[in-house]
């Protein structure tokens, strides 16, 4: 199977972070409350910036933001109480809420011209929300099911990249990038489907 992008560059990043992680933690600040803030920080970005066509400024500042679920994890890592139910499922939650908004946003704005790229947004919203719902479902039913072609962090780099470099005037990038993305989820959504029929037929 290809590599995900989260397997190849996160243990990188996650070296060069620690430090500033550490020193997080010694300032008194909290893995939960850094989710929080990260997360508060994107969804008010996305729905401020991308409904009034401020595409490329919404996707510095949401990209800004979305740093914080390095951070969270690393220093739930490296912290004396370590990772907690909590803070995992917190994680979790604020990630599909903040994932969500981003196409909320953008929908807004394309809506307003009644763009044909709206059904296209919409099947890529859902999919990814089905992507992590089939996930979940399968884990409870103690099933691994975390393959898949885009996994979360594919899937927001493409969006993001579009989104962004179509507030820069790129020609046809956001169209583009919301095909493949809506394509890319719905393979993701079939492939974690098979691996849970697979599962359970045996």
């Known amino acids: 199977m290809v590599a995900m992008i989260s397997d190849v560059i996160k243990p990188a990043v996650t070296r060069v972070i620690s430090p500033t992680a550490k020193a997080m933690l010694k300032m008194g600040l909290t893995p939960n409350s850094v989710t929080f803030v990260g997360a508060l920080g994107a969804i008010v970005s996305a729905l401020i910036f991308y409904p009034t066509g401020h595409l490329f400024a919404g996707t510095l500042l949401i990209a800004l933001f979305a740093l914080s679920d390095l951070f969270d994890g690393t220093m739930a890592r490296i912290s004396h109480k370590g990772s907690s139910p909590w803070g995992s499922f917190l ?36 999919s990814g929300i089905l992507v992590s719902y089939v996930r979940a479902k399968a884990e409870s039913l103690d099933i691994e099911c975390s393959g898949g072609i885009a996994e979360r962090t594919e899937r927001i780099v493409v969006a993001l990249c579009a989104i962004g470099f179509h507030g ?12 493949i993305l809506a394509v890319l989820s719905v393979v993701t959504v079939l492939q974690r489907m098979w691996i849970v029929r697979k599962a359970v037929s045996l």
């Not at 994680?91 to 953008?106: K, N, Q």
């Not at 820069?168 to 095909?179: E, K, N």
């Open 91 to 126: 994680d979790s939650t604020v990630d599909r809420i903040t994932d969500s908004m981003i196409f909320v946003g953008l929908l807004l704005w394309l809506n307003k011209s009644s763009d044909p790229l709206v059904p296209v947004v919409l099947v890529a919203l859902v």
């Open 168 to 179: 820069l005037g790129v020609s046809y990038v956001l169209s583009v990038g919301m095909w």
